[in-house]
């Protein structure tokens, strides 16, 4: 199926993996990629070395096009930054911002570039800025959400700007992606659904957990501090929402007790301390697979459901 | 277009119009009955004498089936649940809980049930209990909402039920419709859209707000207290989430300060202390039409994005 975004991105099939941090690395990305989609890598709060070298693996193990994640508030965004424009990594997705101030050096090393967007007028801003697409991310999405959900936000942002939008948040089937052609976008991106394939190197716990949840397994906590994030529900998630609520806990002491639950999660498999980031369609994830059966099971739903239509995708 | 919904109801378009309390009137329902939609009557707080006569005033008006949506939480909903069973509705909607101990009742009164849900687990539950179809209703919807979003949501609910399932929430267009088919819906259910419809009573003031309404224009109110509601951001929801995110405000007085603030903005439209509850495509909502000019609209859209397939919907 040739979109927009497979041309755009020179990719077989219209999927990108989402940019999880602690979780999406070379293996997870490369198998993607393998799979037709575009995988990616997430730079997350890592420095440039770290990032560079997942890349340099990532390339070991594809020759198809693959991505990297740059999340704006790391606090070695500048260096990564400038790293994978002199490592010319074909694409990069962002989070957390707006990326403006690198586009130039980015297009310059030849990079697409497609900011994750979660209004109207941030995707307008970056289309300014000469980014190639948007990723219109609704708020059931894994991890940090904005406020609006997928099905509100992708037809206000395909109205709001003329480049093309990949639609991300709740899409966890081929139901989803025809969902998002039919508001308008040209792709998807979907995270909860590959933290269970074969080739995800998150802990076992981890993957447990989404595999076990139900439709009402995952909550919002961190509106207080300006930077919701969704997750499983879980010891963990109950007692920061308790505290969140609680205003006469401090801020400071509620920032402290975040630090470190992403990698407990993801890497120690810490249920009891960890911070299990999934989107609302973990209810309907029930199976580990390799990437290029997640991969060939969307499409063949989508192409099903789609049979003998002409979409403008 | 013919759908399950459609041969269930004995309508002419697969859309059902939101029961919006102090605005879904028999003026607005026989609009969009006479559409060929299913118009819907909110029973909201009101006791049995005013909604039947709200009834009664909309078989004057049209000769198609109609609905009342009855709130479970309402002080009068066993007088209102026994009436709309004299008065042989056509059909009847619920929100806000399990409407199980109504269903023998108003089966045997012909009535057509369509409980309103936000989870597989009520979904389940109402279909045991044997309604005709349930509204799966994401949060990206306007008043009282769920967790959930209708992109999780819809394809969660259509794989837990054998039941027809309806979408709500995030729907503004045929875009929107053609999404929720997708995810396996076989209609829609649309509320802010007809806020603005000509034959829609609520006051001018409640217009304007939804018709100048961004993408980001509206915020949930009220989880602290257990009912959360999505409305146009105002002094009023402000003034509400400064003291509801301060713990040492009693639930009490959170709810004191609630109370009449939609009456105020639906009649009064009290830009000062009204609740002005609207969903998140409030912001793709910019003109104000006849019921039938939005339905012939959504239709035409609709029809053109699936023109050459064959749904199974």
Chains 1, 2 share one sequence.
Not at 153 to 180: C, E, F, H, N, Y
Not at 217 to 235: D, E, F, Q, W, Y
Not at 259 to 274: I, P, Q, W
Request: charge should be neutral; aromatic fraction near 4%; hydrophobic fraction near 45%.
């Amino acid at each position: 199926m040739q979109t927009k975004l497979t041309r755009l991105l020179g990719i077989e099939h219209p999927i990108i993996q989402g940019g999880m941090a602690w979780i999406a690395d070379a293996s997870l990305a490369s198998a993607v990629s393998n799979a037709g989609g575009l995988g990616i890598i997430s730079a997350m709060n890592a420095n440039a070395d770290w990032v560079r070298e997942e890349i340099r693996k990532c390339r070991t193990l594809t020759d198809k096009p693959f991505g990297v994640n740059i999340m704006l508030m790391s606090p070695h965004v500048e260096e990564v930054a400038k790293m994978v424009a002199e490592e010319k990594v074909p694409v990069v997705t962002t989070g957390a911002g707006n990326p403006s101030r690198f586009v130039k050096m980015w297009k310059e090393a030849g990079i697409k570039i497609l900011p994750v967007v979660a209004s109207t007028a941030l995707a307008k801003m970056v289309e300014r800025a000469g980014v190639d697409a948007v990723i219109a991310e609704g708020g059931e999405s894994g991890g940090h959400v904005g406020d609006l959900t997928t099905m509100a936000l992708v037809p206000q942002v395909v109205d709001a700007v003329k480049i093309p939008v990949v639609a991300a948040g709740g899409i966890g089937d081929g139901r989803g992606m025809v969902a998002a052609f039919a508001l308008g976008a040209c792709g998807v991106q979907m995270g909860t659904r590959f933290l269970v394939a074969n080739e995800c190197t998150v802990s076992d716990a981890y993957k447990k957990k989404v595999l076990s949840a139900k439709d009402i397994s995952t909550m919002v906590t961190g509106r207080r501090l300006g930077h919701p994030v969704r997750a499983i529900k879980t010891t963990y998630t109950n007692a920061y929402a308790k505290l969140e609520a609680d205003s006469n806990y401090p801020d400071e002491k509620l920032e402290e007790f975040g630090v470190g639950s992403l990698r407990k999660a993801a890497k120690d498999g810490n249920t009891e301390e960890g911070c299990f980031l999934a989107g609302q369609i973990a209810g309907m994830v029930s199976r580990e697979q390799p990437a290029k059966e997640i991969v060939d099971e969307v499409m063949a739903e989508a192409e099903k459901l789609m049979e003998g239509v002409k979409w403008d995708v």
